[in-house]
């Protein structure tokens, strides 16, 4: 027989046992996936009447719903153009669909009318995904230009001597998730721990640029300095400074110690510019995760 034909044989058939078995891995549960938040939404951004320029965090929950550890990254994209990536480091399975990490980018948009914004995640590893189906999600938007609306507010602001840092009560939204807290095959058994992520929109109404470094949270009326208070320190900004007229995202992550409600604080350098109650639902320390004994 001829020796290249020989070769040629051997080398495909070791191509599809190569195949099979990357296809048994996949079969064998690698399932990374974009989950609903518990409002519904796949995708949450912190400003839901974006405008040309401002600073937009996109976030999106990402689930394990694999039987192992799994690393990988989620991309996120504007019609069709990269705007951003988050890596996925060592994500815990979560049995019930518990999230394992929430992953987040910022969008700057250059132009007003449609956006079609889109998230991927991709596992890592050189493992396949044994659901591609659920490893996508979009969101249309609609971005505004500079409107009269909020120029006039400008206007008033400064007329009257008021702060121009802005946060009104629909730029300031609370996420409170499940999370997995240790692997399911440690004893005893991984509690599920609550995890409650804070999103301050802000906009500058003044007429020059100001700082967004001081910007922070107190919870239950206290500085996060305050002996005993959550110390809520920014996660992630948007912006280091904004320009007049433009919004920037401050993203701030909690673990509660108590249930219940809580008076979180927006705070500039000097004032709140915000106080909003969130609840935090009973403690799930006790509850077992869905599909595990």
């Known amino acids: 027989m001829n020796h290249n034909l020989v070769m040629k044989k051997s080398f495909l058939f070791l191509v599809f046992v190569l195949c099979g078995i990357s296809g048994i891995a996949a079969a064998g549960g690698e399932d990374l996936a974009v989950n609903p938040f518990p409002s519904g939404e796949k995708i ?6 974006p405008r040309v ?14 039987a192992g550890e799994a690393t990988g990254k989620v991309s996120f994209y504007d019609n069709g ?25 910022f969008w700057h948009p250059l132009t007003e009318g449609a956006h079609l914004l889109k998230v991927e995640v991709e596992i890592g590893g050189n493992l396949l995904d044994g659901n591609e189906k659920n490893n996508q999600a979009r969101l249309f938007v609609n971005v505004e230009g500079v ?26 939204k609370f996420v409170v998730l499940d999370r997995v807290s240790w692997p399911p095959d440690q ?20 007429y020059g640029p ?23 320190s920014p996660l992630a900004t948007s912006d280091s400074s904004l320009s007049p007229g433009i919004s ?20 500039g350098e000097k004032r709140s510019l915000l106080s909003r109650l969130l609840e935090i639902p009973a403690p799930c320390a006790d509850q077992w995760p869905v599909g595990r004994k």
Request: glycine residues 12%; charged residues 25%; positive net charge.
């Open 248 to 267: 920037g995202t401050v993203l701030f992550r909690l673990t509660p110690r108590k249930a219940g409600k809580q008076t979180i604080a927006v705070m």
């Open 81 to 105: 153009e990269k705007i951003g990536a988050f890596p996925l480091q060592d994500l815990l399975p979560g049995a019930g669909g518990l999230f394992s990490q929430v992953a987040y980018a």
């Open 44 to 49: 949450i951004l912190s400003r839901d009447d």
């Open 210 to 232: 100001v700082a967004v470094s001081g910007i922070t949270l107190s919870a239950d009326g206290e500085a996060p300095s305050a002996p005993g208070a959550d110390k809520l």
């Open 147 to 172: 409107t009269r609306e909020v120029e006039h507010r400008r206007i008033l602001k400064n007329l009257l001597g008021k702060p121009t840092l802005e946060c009104r009560e629909k730029d300031l």
């Open 187 to 206: 004893h005893p058994p991984r509690p599920v721990l609550k995890e409650a992520w804070v999103i301050a929109s802000i906009r500058n109404l003044g």
């Open 53 to 66: 320029g401002d600073g937009i965090a996109v976030l999106c929950g990402i689930s394990n719903l694999g």
